[in-house]
């Protein structure tokens, strides 16, 4: 017969900083949880989330506030690109100067703004040419002299 080890167990050895290895155990609660889309342990869930294409709540406040307020952002931003575009036309600025190409910048910039109500962005591709070749082989002789 063995004898019987009154002792307590031994606690687990602290290693460095932080929870001695070994201490740490997930709660059943989380440890056995099952998904509905039939993936265990998290993954994806059928109907989870915000549908597709739906809006944010502070778009629509943003929105009536804007009407709220009688402020058009697309008239303001064509209405600042005429001014801009008869200060140049007019010649109160000198061309090469820094107000010039700070006018023009911001011109620019009002453009590519304005772009976005009028036309769908255009993803970015980088197109990769493959070319399989197959080498090409040469066979030299010479002739023979008569």
């Not at 010649?91 to 009002?110: D, P």
Request: proline fraction near 7%; aromatic fraction near 4%.
């Amino acid at each position: 017969m063995e004898p019987k080890n009154d002792s307590p167990p031994e606690a687990p050895v602290k290693r460095g900083r932080g929870r001695p290895k070994g201490t740490f155990t997930t709660p059943d609660c989380v440890r056995n949880k099952v998904r509905e889309g039939g993936g265990k342990n998290g993954g994806a869930r059928k109907a989870a989330g915000r549908p597709k294409g739906s809006k944010n709540i502070y778009s629509h406040e943003s929105v009536k506030k804007l009407q709220d307020l009688k402020f058009d952002p697309i008239e303001k931003m064509v209405a600042e690109y005429e001014a801009i575009t008869e200060v140049i036309e007019s010649g109160e600025v000198r061309i090469g100067s820094g107000a010039y190409s700070q006018l023009i910048a911001t011109k620019a910039v009002l453009i590519n703004n304005l772009m976005q109500y009028g036309y769908k962005k255009i993803p970015e591709r980088t197109e990769t040419e493959e070319i399989n070749k197959k080498p090409i082989a040469i066979t030299l002789a010479r002739r023979k002299e008569e």
